[in-house]
């Protein structure tokens, strides 16, 4: 009897290991470091991660100019970090964090330029539509 049992458990494994195979869940979090893979799709609830090379001991600074706070919630204010911790007024990163808060659509717009030249052409952008399903 226990054979006979074990051999109907068999296929229904399959068919239980099929059906989870088949719904991919997306990933927690997507990281951005450019807007080439812009425009950017996320799930409510999906973390964004937007890190971007800066030097602030240059001046310039990434300002975020455009965040579709319907679609996009803030977890925080921008970070610097440097990879080579000692040595001071490196290149480093800035990074934000968001998570995709309700469906539809909006952008993300970061411009780097230094703040005292607000009419100057900005050294760098970030610019980056972003779909929340």
Not at 20 to 28: E, I, L, R, V
Not at 95 to 111: C, K, V
Request: hydrophobic content about 40%.
């Amino acid at each position: 009897m226990p054979f006979v049992i074990s051999r109907l458990l068999l296929p229904a494994t399959f068919l239980l290991l099929a059906a989870c195979a088949g719904k991919s869940q997306a990933p927690s979090s997507v990281v951005l470091s450019d807007d080439r893979r812009c425009p950017q799709a996320l799930q409510s609830g999906q973390q964004l991660i937007v890190s971007l090379p800066s030097n602030p001991a240059t001046g310039y600074r990434w300002t975020l100019r455009e965040a579709s706070a319907e679609q996009l919630r803030s977890l925080g204010p921008e970070v610097f970090s440097n990879p080579k911790d000692d040595m001071i007024g490196g290149d480093g990163l800035s990074t934000w964090r968001f998570e995709a808060h309700a469906p539809g659509s909006g952008r993300l717009y970061l411009t780097y330029q230094r703040p005292w030249e607000p009419d100057a052409e900005p050294a760098g952008l970030f610019d980056c539509r972003i779909e929340v399903h």
